[in-house]
Every structure is written in C-alpha cells, then in structure tokens.
C-alpha cells in the first residue's frame, strides 16, 4: 500500500512539533546548534508572516515536514516598492530527506502564492537545493542587496515569468529574519539537551553565505 501524503496548513495544535522537528533538520548543519526553530517560534506573530503559506506535511499521519513564508519587498531604480516572498526554514526530518517530500511542500507552496497573488520569491540557501525548483541566481534577475552585492546564496524565482525583466531590484527581507543568536541559544537551552557541536557542513555553509557574483 502506498504512503498516504497530505499537505495542510499548520495548526496551533502542531507548533510544538513543527518547531522539534525544524530543530532535528539544522541541528549543527550551519552552526553548532541551530536557530532556525527560534525563528519558527517567533516568526508566527510577525506582522510579516503569511499564515495562508505555513504548511505542514503529512506523512501517514506524522508531520514530517514543514515550510513557512514572510512577505519581503523589491524596490527599483525609481523606488517603486514590489511586495514578494521569501520562505524559510524549510524543514524536513532527517530520516525522510533526500526522498522528495521537500520538493512536494515547495511545489504545493508555489502554487498557493500564485493563488494568493505573488509572483516572486527570493531565498537564500544553497544553490544545490534549490535550482531544480526553478530557483536563479540573483544576478541573473538584477536582484541584490543594499550595496549592489549579489550574494551566491541569494536566489530568484519568477513565479509569473518575467515580471522582474527591465528593471534593477535592491532586495530586503522582513526584520524578523535578523535572529538574535544569543536569544535563540537561550530559547534552545529551555528545551530536551542536545550537543552543539562542529560539523563539515558549517565550513560548507562559511564559505557560501560569504561568497559574491561578480556584477
């Protein structure tokens, strides 16, 4: 018998869970410990967060995946300001990465925003996970930071092809993604012990979130 799927919005029933398992998925991948379950926990109460794109993944019944959006803003060379997304944490448990259910919550996703009126989405991450979801790099779209810096981790995705063509676009995402990282290990140090520890992966990730592509 197939495994049953089943991709809902999160309830507050759900919270305690989803931020666990946020906490299970970037345990000492980035940095030893993570913060990313900080950020489920306070991102909900944002004014910036969009309850209609909080999604959970069902498997048989078990969440095992999760992924949240904020609303972000583009502004052009005239200072036209442009309402998009960016999403964050995308969270799956361990034992079920790699096997295509954050693909399914993503492509789900995509399709809501659309429905919702959105027709862009800017992330960072790495490019690994995300290019075959449709995500370029943002030099690509003239898209970059405060500066004219195009991080090799920001990515663009037009979900209404070339909405963003003709157009140079100074990104800025919603201020609860500034995370207090004394805040979040305080938050974390309230919840069942883990080891933070140094992993391969967070030498990985310094490398990439310091990178740059050449205007």
Same mark, same amino acid.
């Given at each position: 018998?197939?495994?049953?799927?089943? %991709?809902?919005?999160?309830?507050?029933?759900?919270?305690?869970?989803?931020?666990?398992?946020?906490?299970? &998925?970037?345990?000492?991948? #980035?940095?030893?410990?993570?913060?990313?379950?900080?950020?489920?926990?306070?991102?909900?109460?944002? +004014?910036? !967060?969009?309850?209609?794109?909080?999604?959970?993944?069902?498997?048989?019944?078990? %969440?095992?995946?999760? %992924?949240?959006?904020?609303? &972000?803003?583009?502004?052009?060379?005239?200072?036209?300001?442009? +309402?998009? @997304?960016?999403?964050?944490?995308? =969270?799956?448990? $361990?034992?079920?990465?790699? /096997?295509? #259910?954050?693909?399914?919550?993503?492509?789900?996703?995509?399709?809501?925003?659309?429905? @919702?009126?959105?027709?862009?989405?800017?992330? !960072?991450?790495?490019?690994?996970?995300?290019?075959?979801?449709?995500? /370029?790099?943002?030099?690509?779209?003239?898209?970059? @930071?405060?500066?004219?810096?195009?991080?090799?981790?920001?990515? *663009?995705?037009?979900?209404?092809?070339?909405?963003?063509?003709?157009?140079?676009?100074?990104? /800025?995402?919603?201020? *609860?993604? &500034? %995370?207090?990282?004394?805040?979040? !290990? &305080?938050?974390?140090?309230?919840?069942?012990?883990?080891?933070?520890?140094?992993? $391969? =992966?967070?030498? +990985? !990730?310094?490398?990439? =979130?310091?990178?740059?592509?050449?205007?």
């Amino acid at each position: 018998m197939g495994k049953r799927i089943v %991709i809902r919005n999160e309830n507050p029933s759900d919270y305690d869970r989803v931020e666990a398992l946020t906490r299970e &998925a970037f345990y000492n991948i #980035y940095i030893p410990g993570c913060v990313e379950h900080y950020l489920v926990h306070i991102m909900r109460d944002h +004014e910036d !967060f969009i309850p209609e794109l909080d999604l959970v993944l069902e498997l048989d019944g078990e %969440i095992i995946g999760n %992924i949240m959006y904020t609303k &972000a803003k583009l502004t052009d060379e005239a200072g036209r300001v442009k +309402e998009i @997304l960016t999403f964050g944490p995308v =969270s799956v448990l $361990p034992a079920y990465q790699r /096997q295509g #259910y954050g693909k399914q919550l993503m492509e789900h996703s995509f399709q809501k925003a659309l429905e @919702l009126g959105y027709d862009t989405i800017v992330i !960072f991450g790495s490019p690994a996970n995300y290019v075959s979801r449709g995500f /370029q790099s943002c030099r690509k779209h003239n898209v970059f @930071l405060e500066g004219g810096k195009y991080p090799a981790a920001m990515m *663009v995705k037009e979900l209404t092809p070339g909405v963003l063509a003709g157009h140079a676009w100074t990104y /800025q995402d919603s201020p *609860v993604m &500034a %995370i207090s990282e004394e805040a979040a !290990f &305080a938050y974390d140090d309230t919840l069942e012990k883990k080891e933070r520890k140094w992993t $391969p =992966s967070q030498e +990985e !990730f310094y490398i990439m =979130s310091h990178s740059f592509v050449e205007g």
